[in-house]
């Protein structure tokens, strides 16, 4: 079946990266990757597979106990990290697949113990801390009662890593600094109550580059996995290379006259007589609607204007004066040889951060996903 559109994965970019921030961290830091969410919109499991040649990988950081299933029954072998939606209702889920739980609060603490007495085993579990996300995490003044729960139930609870979250690190180093001191608080408090865990880890890709001090003994890099920066003033700290490239296809050209209306809305009106572009790829493709308008696109190393609004199956383009035929492939996301279009561009215009574009592009059935090597 002919795919209108590719969502392209370069491997080579993704090993370049894993390796750069491998370096960047050194020989004494492990890393947890971060696959949640399809990986970032890369396809989960031939990402874990890839990044399982690594020594270096503590655990491959998910979400969803569901994902961690899912690489599992793919065969996947490496530790695997559920670092939020977990739920005690889910043990038998999580101790069947081998994934080790993140405990974000006293309560699931709590009914994690019970379950592991009820049932005469002993969990392996990281212990989340809240160190001013205020999302998930053991809150300050809890840090006490679940020292003291671990410390009278090392029979059945393992407390084998100790993590947080930054909210700010890629914008606000003090606060990130005053969170990481939190954290450290946490971590000797646990140290004198005698419970030094193999794993402490809070930092993600915006940390790992702004804050040395923070990658502890393990890191979480997400975004940096993929070729991006949290923010743009992390340009010359590293190297990194986008790995995903969207790519569609012309469907129909056709005139449009001076005056013109065009798409939903008529939101935009030619001007002159033009030549429009019809290209197959629109929101239900996880082009963000607000780009309407303001999308620019690649057609034989051309940068393009979008006109109108962007529909659920196709945008349209001007081609007045671009040699373009049906069929020609157009970039969305990637880049040619004199012109490229980022993440961070999409981002801007959509008024989102690139993990949105990531997460959302590309994602339907109709887009083919190719992996490639060189
Ligand atoms: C708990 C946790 N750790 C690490 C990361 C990775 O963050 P980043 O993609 O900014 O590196 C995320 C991403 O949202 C996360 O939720």
């Known amino acids: ?41 890369h396809g989960i499991t031939r990402i874990a597979k890839e990044l399982s040649i690594y020594e270096n990988i503590a655990y491959l950081g998910i979400a969803h106990i569901k994902e961690g299933v899912m690489l599992r029954k793919k ?13 005690s209702f889910d043990m038998e889920t999580i101790l069947k697949a081998d994934i080790t739980p993140v405990v974000h609060s006293l309560e699931l603490l709590e009914r994690i113990k019970d379950y592991a007495k009820t049932n005469g085993i002993k969990i392996d579990i990281h212990l989340k801390f809240d ?9 300050e003044e809890e840090v006490e009662s679940a020292l003291s ?21 890629e914008s606000d180093l003090d606060w990130t600094k005053r969170q990481l001191e939190r954290f450290k608080k946490v971590i000797k408090l646990f140290g004198d109550g005698g419970i030094e865990p193999e794993f402490t880890h809070i930092a993600n890709t915006g940390a790992i580059l702004s804050l040395k001090d923070s990658h502890l003994n393990c890191v979480r890099p997400g975004l940096g996995l993929y070729g991006y920066l949290p923010e743009e003033k992390f340009k010359n700290t590293i190297d990194l290379k986008p790995v995903l490239e969207i790519q569609s296809q012309l469907i129909n050209i ?9 798409s939903y809305g008529r939101t935009f009106k030619a001007k002159r007589d033009m030549r429009v572009g019809v290209v197959a790829f629109g929101y239900a493709d996880g082009l963000f609607r607000a780009l309407s308008n303001r999308l620019k696109c690649i ?76």
Do not use: W
């Not at 056709?254 to 065009?262: C, D, F, P, S």
């Open 1 to 41: 079946m002919n795919f209108h559109s590719r969502a392209i994965i370069h491997l080579n970019n993704l090993h370049h990266n894993y390796q750069k921030i491998s370096s960047f961290v050194g020989r004494n830091t492990k890393i947890i990757p971060v696959i949640k969410a399809d990986a970032y919109g």
């Open 75 to 87: 065969g996947i072998k490496k530790p695997i990290l559920a670092m939020s939606c977990v739920d």
């Open 131 to 139: 160190t001013g996300m205020a999302r998930l995490g053991i809150r």
């Open 149 to 169: 729960i671990c410390r009278k139930n090392k029979g059945n609870i393992n407390v084998i890593g100790l993590m947080s979250h930054f909210s700010d690190s």
């Open 254 to 262: 056709h005139m449009l006259r001076k005056g013109e209306g065009i």
């Open 299 to 374: 057609i034989n190393d051309r940068m393009v204007s979008s006109i109108g609004t962007i529909c659920m199956d196709m945008f349209m383009c001007d081609l007045t004066g671009i040699q373009a035929n049906v069929s020609d492939d157009v970039i969305i996301l990637g880049k040619s040889e004199n012109n490229s279009i980022t993440a961070y561009e999409l981002a801007e215009q959509a008024n989102t951060i690139p993990y949105e574009i990531l997460t959302n592009i590309g994602k339907s059935i109709r887009v083919k996903r190719v992996y490639r090597s060189q």
